[in-house]
């Protein structure tokens, strides 16, 4: 049987009766890209993490701040994979009624660990079927716990991994099914010509960047799709994620949902037209880079610089496309328009206003595979500036066409400090 199935999935091999060259190895692209960030992550070593905690927290040193950042930014990612495991540990043995010999307690800390090993990905797919961050690593612990709970009724009929899909997919849909959301229209602001308001969705929340997470499917993580998806109905959200963006065929698509292939296949076809329609035109375009591109650094870079009261407003103007797309959940106010956005920024920006907000200053990072700039502001008659909005910038043919700005309470999830001095 060796060669005939996918060395990732264990689905049947392509046929290659009519090609030439080496036997395939995995079914799909998908499986190829999957086996290869398995490969680069594998499933973490507790006492090899322990280790590692160790040595970076002896070096710590206050001086030069870029590499005590690197340091922190290391030992949190560390310690917080040792945490998600001991928690898993400790929680699934609280589920024993009897108590545990040692030899099950090991037995439950390898199966924390191998949990660990999908937990990046479980994550990436829960946020992508809810769209909001939080919830998602919420979700995450849930499946975690479901798998615990049910890890009898595994019976290796399916992969590790599509078993874990398939509780985290259904862990969302009960979740969807508690919790309505349908976006809706932004209210109109009084005296403000803006034109058609866009889609309301205040439970909408950034994807702290990592190239080990999203890798290869930035189209499918930037906020214009998971805002476009969230107006498929719940079934049909999954049937696209698991079809379209993760590449699972239409068969196992409908063996994780418990439905048939037609009913697969009718969702995408209802589901398809419907992102069509959400998503900008040219989107098909766009260059399907893992991170920003140089060009968009640059873009980025001088929006923090314009973005402060000593900025040329010019600049801003120059960067902003006349139709520019302003939104802030969970805030219900938004602006479309250069003219009517840049309006509002300059009262704010101005020392002399009465509404003038206060000093800035600018940290650049990345969100769902775009430039964002992390905002601090040092209010009049403080001396630390505090953080204040997650700017997510959208751009097209050299120009910012979308502005996304979150509350700043996921700053610590970018490895962003919460002050500045």
Known sequence: MTGKVCGMCGGPLPSKADSRGRAAVYCSAACRQRAYRSRRDPAPDVQALIAEVGR???????????????????LTSDVGRLRRIAQLALRTKDENVTAAPVTETVDEVAFAARIEEHQRELRVHCYRMVGSYDDAEDLVQETFLRAWRGRE????????????????????????????????????????????????????????????????????????FLAAIQHLPPKQRAVVILNDVLGWKAAETA??????????????????????????????????TVRPTEEEQAILRRYMAAATADGDSRVMAELLREDVLVTMP???????????????????????????????????????????AAGYV?????????????????IEDGRVAEITAFEP????????PLTLT
Not at 57 to 71: G, H, I, K, S, V
Not at 382 to 394: G, M, N, P
Not at 409 to 416: I, N, Q
């Open 409 to 416: 309470h996921l700053f610590p999830a970018f490895g962003l």
């Open 56 to 74: 970076v927290a002896n070096r710590l040193a206050p001086q030069p701040p870029e590499e005590f950042l690197t340091d922190l930014t290391s």
């Open 378 to 394: 040092r209010r009049p008659g403080t001396r630390i500036y505090r953080a204040q909005v997650l700017d997510v910038l959208r």
């Open 255 to 288: 063996d994780l949902l418990e439905t048939t292939v037609a009913s697969v296949t009718s969702a995408l076809q209802r589901a398809r037209p419907t992102l069509r329609e959400r998503l900008p035109e040219r989107r098909t375009d766009w260059a399907r």
């Open 153 to 224: 009724g595994f019976e290796g009929r399916s992969s590790f991994r599509a078993w874990l899909y398939r509780i985290a997919t259904n862990t969302c849909l009960d979740f969807l099914r508690r919790n309505k959301r349908v976006p809706r229209p932004y209210d109109p602001l009084p005296d403000v010509e803006q034109g058609e308001p866009p889609q309301f969705l205040p439970w909408l929340q950034p994807f702290p960047d990592d190239s080990a997470e999203i890798a290869e499917t930035r189209e499918t993580m930037e906020l214009v």
């Open 330 to 372: 969970p805030n219900p106010l938004w602006f479309s328009g250069r003219d009517v956005f840049l309006g509002f920024v300059a009262k704010s920006l101005d020392p002399a206003s009465p509404t003038y907000f206060g000093e800035w200053k600018h940290l650049p990072t990345v969100a769902n595979g775009l430039p964002a």
